[in-house]
């Protein structure tokens, strides 16, 4: 199957730092791909659709300026937790499917815990 | 704006039993894709089952089988003959069929406990 590889697993940061996160499509091309947010206990809420070659369009709460998405490659978006503070410490998945199977699965980084402290 | 409803927040069943998970969900659309994903302790989230709306057949992979209802827009998950290793959190999931990629809209999961 598709692989989704996400990096780092986990991080630690400072509060006011800034952390970048890595979501590859390890074995496809994709040209969307997804940024999930998921609390302790909850389920996973969209942050926002990463377009390749274009803006990232994100849901509604989320603040575009604090989390800044780059979608440079057909197999890289990235997601950036800029000046973080310890209310966004949190588990972050990224998921993207194979060009003409956009529909039918989609396929998900193994996540990233980040604590900000 | 499509929902998803998991009613049951933890289930519990003993290794060898059945057990079935509910799912509803909310849209206006008709072609969509609805999902069960599993979650297990590790977060990695592992796609169980898929079914497509415009099939009325419900989907079986093995063990894991659906209750597909769509004029009552529920999607139940049965898992047959439980193993220890089903324990996990299970999400259903819906999404739109569309011509790129789309969302998943996630309900709020069930955690499963599979007991000895």
């Known amino acids: 199957g598709a692989v989704v590889s996400q990096h780092p697993s986990w991080v630690i940061c400072k509060s006011g730092t800034s952390v970048k996160i890595e979501c590859r499509s390890l074995?496809?091309?994709?040209?969307?791909m997804f940024w999930y947010r998921q609390f302790p206990k909850q389920s996973l809420m969209l942050m926002a659709t990463?377009?390749?070659?274009?803006?990232?369009?994100?849901e509604q709460g989320v603040e575009k300026d604090k989390f800044l998405i780059n979608h440079a490659s057909l197999t890289l978006s990235t997601l950036t937790v800029t000046s973080a503070h310890p209310e966004d410490s949190s588990f972050y998945i990224c998921?993207?499917?194979?060009?003409?199977?956009?529909?039918?699965?989609?396929?998900f980084g193994q996540g990233t815990r980040l604590t900000v402290v | 704006a499509q929902t998803v409803t998991q009613s049951q927040p933890e289930m519990s069943v003993q290794e060898a039993e059945t057990v079935t998970l509910s799912c509803t969900y909310d849209t206006s659309e008709n072609n969509y894709y609805l999902f069960w994903y599993k979650q297990p302790p590790s977060r990695q989230m592992i796609l169980v089952i898929r079914?497509?709306?415009?099939?009325?057949q419900n989907a079986t992979e093995n063990r894991f089988s659906v209750n597909f209802q769509k004029a009552a827009k529920s999607f139940s998950l049965k898992i047959s003959d439980s193993q220890l290793g089903d324990t996990a959190m299970y999400f259903c999931?819906?999404?739109?069929?569309?011509?790129?990629?789309?969302?998943?809209?996630f309900g709020t999961g069930t955690r499963l406990q599979v007991t000895l």
């Open positions: 998921s993207a499917s194979p060009l003409g199977r956009m529909n039918t699965e989609a396929f």
């Open positions: 074995d496809f091309q994709a040209t969307t």
């Open positions: 999931a819906f999404k739109l069929l569309t011509g790129t990629a789309s969302k998943l809209t």
């Open positions: 079914q497509e709306a415009y099939k009325q």
């Open positions: 990463s377009n390749e070659g274009s803006k990232a369009t994100y």
